[in-house]
């Protein structure tokens, strides 16, 4: 994956985009306490900062009382040395007292808005189409989401806690100079401010470039790492482990360069910083020195300059962490709000009813689909599914016979024509009702890694152990089940890897069989079971067929000798449908189709199960 560029005008665009799109959080209209959280929390930095300003007057007072210069000041002879040496300890712990207590007061609107960003990107790609996924690369998602999430209460507490803090404090310093000391110290100050804040700004810009190179090549050794452990199987297979290391190893070398560019360029900006640091704070000390010699100034001035100068550099050089890291949380955000930018393909239309179910029939209308503009799919194909009937569709591969599973089920929408249930476009329905009326069996049932009894009760949370269990039998897998160490709470592993193909699909026809719909789609669903299996599911799927609309896509034509009617698909085009009888004596597509497995099936030594002609012979 080709590392992007932030250009000059797109970084601070995109900045500031993040920034608008985050400081809602900070004051939500709906959330008073979230409000008077920020408030409380204002208060106490403001607090904090003025107390920490004024410290170094105590520190200058007990210097010269102790030096015996003290003569003019009479609050500071009146303390005593002891007296504002205690007070100068008390005002430091009050200092760090109120910034923890801010801290403390502000960590819930910072996880709150961190809770609320992270729900927020989760729930908005689970509303992205199926063509955004099936082209987006999981491992780089994962990271992007992660980083993004990290940053947003980092961007919150900085932006409020950091810039407008450290600008009140510098500006406060700055004023005491002027006024205590002379316009001369006012001035190295901001010199020595300004060239620090250009200098970090500027190099910090430069860095910003290369963390986002670094990061982008630790996306692609991520996703890298994640797809090869995904497809461990076939890694093993194809005896492919040190091709997949020297890939993987490809990816963290571009990782590599791109960290050491940000470890040499961040050793640059410190030693920078250090250095104009440096020279601000010896050149006001110089000028004290030179006041002190002059006998204008006390050894306090002096001490009281050189407070100043180091809590003028503590704050600077937060200010060149802050800095950095706001703008890579900006990156990271960036990325992130991207994502929640991308919009969704299939919408639910405004105020969209929900599904008004009456028997569940289907009509497909003059269906016209392709994935790819350029390469239609699906050509014109109509077919009408009476409720509680049974259609099967058949045909050759890339015939367009998942593909209308999916237009079903709404994970794309039709480019022509339309697809009704029981009357009502698909469309103009929501997509919550309809998902929740439709039980999909897959060809490649993929499990969480959870217990068994976890995705069996996945097609209804709220069922009970006793419906839970009757599904397992009904999908003829409860025994295996019970044979297992450790029953229905044995983890099937990322995926379902600890089971079979025909296990997993077992355990996917049960929680279908849960879900209870009143329409089915069974795409291929018995293609991973072994002959015994696939009889006895079959059973298990009439039986569940009975009195519901059932599509069956299919691949082996025994399994669908007993549908209503069958569908010949090819190349996105009906070009047969009948009964099984019927189009056994056209002779055509279906014909041929049957003949052939039939052959497949007599050289694999199983003529009792696919006849050349007829209905399947059921085990007796």
Known sequence: MAPS?????????????TIKRVAPYLWPEDKPWVKRRVVIALVMLLASKVISVLTPFLYK??????????????WALAMGAIGLTLAYGMARIMTSGFQQLRDAVFARVGQRALRQLALETFTHI?????????TRKTGGLSRIIERGVKGVEFLLRFMLFSMGPLVLELALISAILFFVFDVWYLAVVVGTIGAYVWFTFKVTEWRVRIRKEMNDQDTDANQKAIDSLLNFETVKYFGAEKREAERYDVAMAGYEVAALKTSYSLAFL?????????????????????????????????????????????????LGTVYREIRQSLVDMGEMFDLLEQPAEVTDKPGAPDI??????????????????KRPILKGVSIDVPAGKTVAIVGPSGSGKSTIGRLLFRFYDVSGGSLKIDGQDVRDVT????????????????????????????????????????????????DFIMSLPDGYKTQVGERGLKLSGGEKQRV?????????????????ATSALDTQTERDIQESLREMGEGRTVITIAHRL?????????????????????????????????????????????????????????HLKLAE
């Open 508 to 524: 996917g026809i049960a929680r279908t069989l849960l879900k209870n719909p009143p329409i089915l789609l069974l795409d291929e």
């Open 5 to 17: 560029r932030i250009t000059s005008t797109e970084a601070p665009k995109n900045g500031w985009r």
């Open 558 to 614: 025994s399994t669908i000798v007993d549908a209503d009617e069958i569908i010949v698909l090819e190349a996105g085009e009906v070009v047969e449908r009948g009964g099984h009888d019927a189009l056994l004596e056209k002779d055509g597509r279906y014909s041929a189709m049957w003949a052939r497995q039939a052959s497949e099936a007599a050289q694999e030594d199983t003529p009792d199960q696919m006849p050349a002609s007829g």
């Open 270 to 318: 410190n030693f920078g910083q250090v250095l104009l640091i440096t020279l601000g704070l010896v050149g006001v000390m110089v000028l004290a020195a030179i006041g002190v010699q002059a006998g204008d100034l006390t050894v306090g001035d002096f001490v009281m300059v050189n407070a100043y100068m180091i809590q003028i550099t503590l704050p600077l050089n937060f």
């Open 126 to 134: 689970h509303r992205l189409s199926m063509r955004y996924h099936i």
């Open 431 to 478: 997509q919550d009702s309809l998902h929740g009326v439709i039980g999909v069996v897959p060809q490649d049932t993929v499990l969480f890694n959870d217990s068994v009894y976890y995705n069996i009760a996945y097609g209804r949370p709220d069922a009970s152990r006793e419906e839970v269990e009757g599904a397992a039998k009904a999908a003829r897998i409860h």
């Open 356 to 373: 008004k179910i009456t028997g569940g029939a289907l009509k497909f209308d003059d269906l016209r689909f392709g994935y790819d503009a």
């Open 61 to 74: 007072g007990a210097v010269d009382v102790l030096s015996g210069e003290a003569t003019g000041e009479a």
